[in-house]
Structures are given as C-alpha cells and as structure tokens.
C-alpha cells in the first residue's frame, strides 16, 4: 500500500507556482527582471523604497478627508482624490517589488508574508473602490471605503514590520559577524582544492575559501541573503553561487551579480604562510561592493 505525502502548505504552491511563471519566459530574462525587483543594483530591497509611496499618499489622503469631511471643502476632496491616486500606482510598484522578494522568503516568514500581500491587495481595492465612488458624486462612502483600507493597509504594515524585525527578511546575515584584526591561520592549504568552495572557521564563525590556480579568495561564508552556506555552492564563472535560492556573489570583490541577494558579500584578504592559510579583514575595514 503506498501512502501519500502530505499536501504542501498553500504558501509554498503559490510560491511554487510564481516561480514557475517567472521562469517560463527563460532563465536569463526572468533573472534581469528580478535583479530589477528585488533591487540588487540599488545595494537595498527595491519594496522598502517603494511601499513608502501608498503609505505615505494614503495618510496623507486621510488628513485631506478629515479636512473635506468637517468643512465639506471642494480644494480638500480633491486634494485626497489625488493623493489616493497616486498611492494605487505605488501600491501596484509595491506589490511587484514585494512579490519578487517573497519568492524567495523561506518558512516561518512565508506565510506571514503572504497574509501581508494579501491585506495589501484588499487595501489597494479599498482604495481604487474609493477613488470610484468620489468620482460617483459619493464623497461620503468614498471616505469609508479609503478608513477601511487604510486600516487593512496599517495592519499589513505591522505584518511587513515583523517579517524585517522579527524574521529578518530583507536584512543583511553578515551584520555584526566578526573578522579578526591581525592575520591569523584558519585551514592547512594542504586542505584547500583548487577550485572547491570550502568553509574554515574564526571563533565561530564560517568563512569561505576559494582557489582558482595561483589565486586565493576569501569572505563571509553566510550568505547575506538569508545565511545559507555558500561553501555549499558551486562555482559559476568567477562567483560563487548561494544553494538556497541562487544568489551569485563575485570572488573579486562580494558584489551580487544575481539576485535575490541585494547585500554584496564582506571579502577578507586571504595568503598562504607556512603551509597555513591566513585571513584577516582589510586594514582599512570592509568594503562593500556596489
Ligand atoms: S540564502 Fe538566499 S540566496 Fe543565499
């Protein structure tokens, strides 16, 4: 008798299913288009920029309508259309941003970051149903529709801040990870094959080390992503790929080629002395890539 495997849960087929629409143009496109999204050339997560617009248009709307709604006051009502406005075109911005980036969130943070969509998709209809109604000569039910939207908008918003604070997403794994000061043995370079991603540790923490021929690179071995073990990746050309959702990080220099990632890697300086390879952060701190 065979048993069936249990259903997944719903977050992880519709992520399933996004990914599979996402690539089905082609690896290459889809990929520019997330780098796009997820804001790997602005070096930060391209939804938190933008979900700033619809929070801030909308509030602002709402002080238009507290105006418009004690003085009935044509400038007001009109001021608070165009404010709702211009929060659906950033909320439509916001979603496809904050869309890509949850492709890639992993559990516990998925669902919770599939209710915050979700709210946000019920508050922007709110918000269109608003814009409708004013249109309509209905001023007064245009204004309950835009206090229930913004009030789904404020709860998704605490969501939203609970995925970064509590969960993470979007932040930086290599924060606060500490690199020594002074040139200090990590492995034997008997143990480093040439061209095989492996992991040394520096009181605790992993740090990546890669040989390329005469070459030698090291850097953070957690990913900034959302810490995967990149010693656990394979080499791409010259950049090392992240096994959990396929960030590509230069060896040079950390930058991100590809996303998800948006936080470029801190590289160490790295020699070989007395059979023993050293690391040691750069006098001069850690530069990241841009
Ligand atoms: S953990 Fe997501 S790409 Fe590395």
Redesign the pocket.
Known sequence: MTTKSPAKPVDERIQKRFDAALYAGGRPSAQTIRNFLNGTWLGEPLHVVLKDVPIGAWTVAMIFDVFDSIGNTREFALAAEASIAVGILGAVGAAATGLADWS?VDPPARKMGLLHGVLNVGATALFTTSLLLRRNKTRAAGRVAAALGYALMTYSAHLGGKMVYKHRVGVDRTDGLVFPEDFTSVLSASELADDWPTRAMHNGVPILLVRRGQRLFAMAET?S????PLSEGKLVDGSIE?P????RFALEDGRVING??VHSQPCLEVRIREGQIEIRKPPLGIRRAS
């Open positions: 890639d990913c992503h959302f810490g995967g992240c959990y959702h396929a960030s998800p990632a």
